[in-house]
């Protein structure tokens, strides 16, 4: 009976962390959410950083990865720099976002 249990958290767990991970526009999504900023995760809108992904397109291509713009991003406590750009790649189905920077 115990042994159910974990293995139906362990396969529910997963699942979870699939679906977190599905789409670059969700991945994106939960990186933010998990980094502390809840309300700007759910409500901004997310388009094409047009100017990274044309700059850095050759590395980018390399790391099967594209660049993304928060219309409305958080603004980062400590320092009160604005968190605009992220970088998603591809990993397998996968997609994981990073912070990209500004410049």
Sequence with gaps: MRKNKIAIIIVLSIILFVMLHITPNIALRTH???????????TTDIVDDEFHNKIDKELLEKQKAKCYTL???????ATQGILRNY??????ILYFADYYGDG
């Design 32 to 42: 933010v959410f998990f980094s502390g900023y809840f309300i700007e995760a759910i």
């Design 71 to 77: 219309t409305n991003p958080p603004v980062e406590k």
């Design 87 to 92: 970088k998603v790649v591809k990993k397998g």
